[in-house]
């Protein structure tokens, strides 16, 4: 109990009686020499004697290695970053979303001296003299375990070191006293001793207490975390009141805790952990850490005033400010790690769950490619647009889209939109949702890759004339329902024919084909087959993967893998993942072939399918690109790039509804210019596409061949 607000009054107890005293003494002086002992033996050669080892006999004598894996992987909060620009450094993101809140401390002058005092003067006073164990404890707690052996049910009683409570939570993670344990907690606090520097121990005492939950409804863990969960502060600017209030909780924090998961404990808790935090004070004055003025001061500080509030916290986690950004990160972290460790065989075990919670959990700085500004203009301006609704099983759904912006010689990820008017049953649409691509897939599967064989050129003529589908009596139609004839490549992908793109996949056929998509990052599936050069997916690709696709054209045929992340630092600092160190750019199409093809994709906007909304609307830049329509209109696409960025845009339904099918035109222009205008350096006016060198010589493809005449069109289609 406390008596006025500086005295600490003792309980008193019945003197002893003489027999009882010199019995305590007796084995106290015993204990000490047997400790001594112990101490020693644990330094030269360590192993335990005599009455210890009994109780040790089990205890495995650990190594520096055994330690540190104990006290140095802790969880810890990881934070993500958006990319750095010109003027300024990376800019946070946020935190990722986890329920527990750990911040490392490296230093002890990262704390604040009051702290750092608190803690001494009350859990500890001789810490920076013993040797992991205090001698004036260990007669009680030997009296005590022999009056248990002989019979008498005494509970066991604190005295614990600062070493002794860190071997305690973080290495025997025992938390009922028995004399067993505490054998075992001074053998591995006198070893502990022996392995790390008082300072070391100290600071890993301070990042291993947990002090319940904060304002921000997150465990915290470690006293930075505290500071911040509890009063909003950096841990080496607490004021001296609150460091008394933070070192005072340690021995309860769910009762000392003034953020408790019962908000009606609240007010009893505060009360309970300020009579506490006058302990602390008082040990401090006894101690002399502090001076009276400074404990008079301290006394009258109002705690409750000055305790974060849960509105400080509302945009710092990243789940919330940037939801779909920091998931999709986070997603992509995990693959990363999961690489990193794949052939280690502590991780060999760990399944895809467990790399995920190490994202969150593991202390890392993930710098991303993300452009704040793109970013945000991007998805304003897709927020901006109106877009059409439909009924699904008596259920109103708007139609989505997802896009994403690649730089064309890194394959940095700029921006990217995963939908709108989104909630936790949509589907992510940038980077998850995998849709039917439509003729988007035309210059990857056909034109670029038969160009690249040596088999087609801009110029070759192609006769358009109808087709058969494979193993089906039925034919290829185009869009418009008619046939051309004789058109160059450059008209029938210009216009989107169906039936020349089918032509020439033939001609290319489908295992060389194919071996082109995974060379852009993109696996067809098994079961996918010549309808997949239309579009046609068994079940189809991201507009991530599209947009990068893109991006190897624009790049000479340089293909680099799309990403969100370039660096990734573990929680000392150190690159434990570097994008362009590990990932290399590698050559899928020729330069000269890329060049061809991209001014092939230049007449698709200047006056093709794609010159009508898009054309008109990007006026001053030069942009190529690939228009896309599913079946019945259920997914719609435009894909385009400048000489600088790829952009791919996706619109559809999430279920199979028919879509807008100018929405995608409509929306990539509008996303187009909302970059441009945001960063027009990235996106500079009137840059043109620069020519390598080489070109693609002329290749006959169908050019011995006549135009079919309406009586052979008829024929074939009986």
Request: proline share 4%; charged share 25%.
């Amino acid at each position: 109990m406390i008596r006025g607000l500086s005295g600490v009054a003792k309980e008193k107890n019945k003197k002893p009686n003489l027999v009882r005293k010199t019995f305590r003494w007796f084995f106290r002086t015993i204990f000490v020499l047997i400790v001594l002992i112990l101490v020693t033996a644990v330094g030269a050669i360590g192993v335990g004697v005599g009455y210890i080892s009994a109780y040790a006999k089990d205890e495995k004598l650990r190594t520096r290695a055994d330690y540190d894996k104990y006290l140095t992987n802790w969880s810890e909060t990881s934070y993500a970053y958006f990319r750095p620009t010109e003027e300024n450094s990376p800019e946070l993101i946020g935190r990722f979303h986890n329920a527990q809140d750990r911040q490392l401390i490296r230093s002890l002058s990262e704390v604040s001296p009051y702290l750092l005092n608190a803690f001494i003067a009350t859990e500890d006073r001789e810490f920076y003299k013993h040797l992991g164990i205090s001698p004036r404890s260990l007669g009680r707690v030997f009296y005590e375990q022999l009056q248990n052996l002989l019979g008498h049910d005494i509970q066991t009683t604190g005295g614990s070191t600062i070493t002794q409570q860190l071997v305690r939570s973080e290495i025997l993670g025992e938390r009922i006293k028995t004399g067993e344990r505490k054998i075992r907690e001074m053998l591995n606090a006198v070893r502990l001793e022996k392995y790390y520097g008082k300072n070391e121990i100290l600071i890993k005492y301070l990042n291993s207490t947990y002090y319940g939950q904060g304002a921000n409804r997150k465990h915290l863990y470690g006293v930075a975390a505290a500071a911040r969960g509890i009063f909003n502060k950096e841990v080496k600017d607490l004021e001296l009141a609150q460091a008394a209030y933070i070192a005072g909780m340690v021995q309860r924090p769910i009762a000392y805790s003034p953020f408790p998961s019962k908000k009606e404990k609240q007010d009893e808790n505060l009360k309970n952990g300020t009579e506490r935090m006058k302990i602390v004070l008082h040990n401090m004055l006894k101690t002399r850490k502090i001076t009276k003025q400074q404990y008079d001061q301290a006394i009258h500080f109002d705690i409750k005033a000055s305790l974060a509030k849960p509105e400080d916290f509302k945009n710092e986690d990243a789940l919330n400010t940037y939801p779909f950004l920091i998931t999709t990160v986070e997603d992509e972290a995990t693959d990363i790690l999961q690489e990193l460790y794949k052939n280690d065989p502590d991780f060999k075990d760990k399944n895809r769950s467990y790399f995920r919670r190490k994202v969150k959990s593991g202390g890392y700085k993930i710098y991303t490619t993300v452009d704040k500004k793109l970013y945000e203009e991007l998805n304003k301006a897709a927020d901006s647009m109106q877009y059409p609704y439909a009924w699904y099983k008596e259920k109103k759904m708007h139609e989505q889209i997802g896009a994403s912006m690649v730089d064309n010689k890194t394959g940095d990820i700029l921006a990217f939109v995963s939908g709108v008017n989104m909630n936790e049953e949509n589907e992510e649409h940038a980077f998850m949702a995998r849709n039917q691509t439509g003729s988007s897939m035309k210059p990857l599967l056909a034109y670029g890759p038969a160009m690249n064989e040596g088999i087609l050129s801009p110029d070759s003529v192609i006769i358009d004339e109808p087709l058969k589908k494979e193993w089906s009596s039925e034919y290829y139609q185009n869009a418009d329902t008619k046939f051309h004839g004789r058109v160059s490549a450059t008209k029938a992908l210009q216009w989107s024919y169906n039936l020349p793109a089918v032509k020439i996949f033939r001609e290319l056929g489908k295992e060389k084909a194919f071996k082109y998509l995974p060379l852009m990052g993109m696996q067809p599936h098994k079961n996918d087959g010549e309808s997949l050069v239309l579009g046609g997916a068994t079940v189809g690709f991201t507009v991530t993967e599209m947009t990068g696709a893109y991006a190897m054209i624009a790049n000479h045929g340089q293909f680099n893998k799309p990403h969100l992340i370039n660096r990734i630092e573990d929680s000392t600092g150190k690159v434990v993942f570097d994008f362009h160190q590990s990932n290399k750019p590698h050559q899928v199409f020729k330069p000269e072939v890329t060049y061809a093809l991209t001014q092939m994709l230049r007449t698709v906007v200047t006056s093709g399918t794609a010159s009508g909304q898009i054309g008109s609307a990007t006026s001053g830049y030069q942009v190529a690109g690939k228009t896309g329509t599913s079946n019945d209109n259920y997914d719609l696409w435009f894909v385009g790039y400048t000489p600088e960025i790829s952009l791919g845009v996706w619109t559809g339904y999430e279920y199979n509804l028919p879509g807008d099918t100018s929405l995608a035109n409509r929306a990539w222009a509008r996303l187009f210019k909302a970059a441009a205008n945001a960063d027009p350096k990235r996106i500079p006016r009137g840059t043109s596409f620069t020519n390598p060198g080489g070109s693609v010589p002329y290749k006959c493809f169908e050019c011995h061949r006549s135009a079919p005449t309406p009586d052979d069109k008829k024929k074939q289609t009986e």
